[in-house]
């Protein structure tokens, strides 16, 4: 059985709505780096996403009452924001079996934000955000 379906969601940092919609039709079409991308992420965008979110809004009405209600918020003065999260294990296994060049692309560049172990054991998670360094004089 080959793997169909990417569930993934939008939801406002608010809490206050949320809708799923199945993303592999944008992977389907989506350029190799925005997927690669996305896996560094940990298979969550926490901003805008133009192509996804362009994908998401043209097929699904709920991510679109989604987005309504962020235009909503920011028209009232409010900081409306909202997140993506796509579900990685299925996207990786969609991958495998739909586009297994950029599957390998995404391993080779460290394995989607999946877990890693450092030399002591404990398991760290590889993304590409960078890590704000303290001053001293706020220690």
Known sequence: ????KIPA??????????AEFDAS????????DLIE???RSAWRVDCRADDLEQYAVA???????VLHYVMYLRHGGLAGERSY???????????ATHRPEI???????????????????????KTNRKRKMRSPEAA
């Open 1 to 4: 059985m080959s793997p169909t």
């Open 9 to 18: 969601e939008i939801f406002t940092h608010d809490g206050a709505r949320r």
């Open 25 to 32: 039709g944008w992977f389907s079409t989506a350029p190799s």
């Open 37 to 39: 991308n996305l896996a």
């Open 59 to 65: 097929t699904y009405d709920d991510v679109a009452d």
């Open 85 to 95: 999260r796509i579900d990685g294990a299925a996207a990786i296994r969609w991958l």
């Open 103 to 125: 599957l390998a692309a995404v391993q080779r560049d460290g394995g989607a934000g999946r877990r890693k172990s450092t030399p002591s054991g404990t398991p760290t998670i």
